[in-house]
């Protein structure tokens, strides 16, 4: 399709307003991480490593990062299992309610977290009577992660078809020798897009974590909501967004150049 020169000029002006307000305010929050205002204020009066320093040493980000990390590693860890066996079993085999079976797969990413966090707070707290703890967190955290996993590897699935693995069958392999040498090197790169995406929604998530936290169990997410607003703590809070965004970036980056590098192999 071809458009017009005044549809371009428009077209482009559009796309930059949108970067602009998207970016611009991270800009913000990346250049108050080096600021010497003890509060978020632009410009910044001056520039200094000073706040980079201290959340590196503080006591409650550290133990809050690792914390996430956890979480976002079991979350991740249930994802790729469940999202794996959800996508076999929807791309490869027939039956009754299929399709309602990957509607309800998906959902759990179209519902506002607001909604998940009361539905599976009240899960836990008063159906199956447990109390909230970091596991609990995780595996809420993993009911949305599994749909990351599950698209993937179910496109890649559509993909690749089932030459190979009827051909290795048809030369006397198993079940789990057609898995291990034939159908897990073709889902290799799809898992590792999938996981690093979990992850990276897994780690920054904070409505859920809300409500499916218990007490003493402090999220990344949730240290920079209840230290926002403390007195000299503004800069510090830059400094943990800054990380925040490069681990949102970084595993983004990844995912894609992984699904553009297979998209290209499945071409030639």
């Not at 974590?209 to 990344?220: D, E, M």
């Amino acid at each position: 399709m071809r458009l017009s020169k005044p549809a371009r000029v428009t077209l482009a002006i559009i796309t930059g307003a949108i970067l602009v307000i998207v970016y611009v305010p991270l800009l913000v929050v990346v250049l108050n991480s080096f600021s010497t205002s003890k509060s978020l204020t632009w410009p910044p009066p001056g520039f200094t490593f000073e706040w980079w320093g201290r959340a590196f040493t503080n006591p409650g980000a550290i133990q809050a990062t690792l914390t996430s990390a956890v979480i976002a590693a079991i979350a991740t860890a249930i994802a790729l299992v469940l999202g794996t066996l959800a996508a076999f079993a929807l791309q490869r085999f027939e039956f009754f309610g299929r399709e309602s079976v990957n509607l309800l797969v998906i959902l759990p990413m179209a519902l506002p977290g607001i909604v998940t966090g009361i539905a599976l707070n009240n899960f836990f707290r008063t159906i199956i009577g447990i109390d909230l703890s970091l596991w609990t967190i995780a595996v809420a955290h993993a009911t949305f992660c599994i749909v990351t996993v599950f698209n993937n590897v179910l496109a890649r699935l559509r993909r690749t078809g089932t030459n190979l693995e009827e051909a290795s069958s048809d030369l006397g392999a198993g079940v789990w020798t057609t898995f291990r040498l034939v159908t897990f090197p073709q889902l290799r790169s799809a898992l590792l897009a999938g996981g690093l995406l979990a992850f990276a929604l897994s780690f920054d998530e904070i409505i859920v974590t809300t409500f499916t936290a218990g007490q003493g169990v402090t999220t990344l997410p949730i240290f920079i909501l209840n230290n926002m607003l403390r007195p000299g703590q503004a800069p510090v809070i830059a400094v943990i967004a800054v990380v925040l965004i490069v681990v949102s970036i970084v595993p983004i980056a990844i995912a894609q150049r992984l699904g553009d590098g297979a998209e290209e192999r499945a071409m030639r």
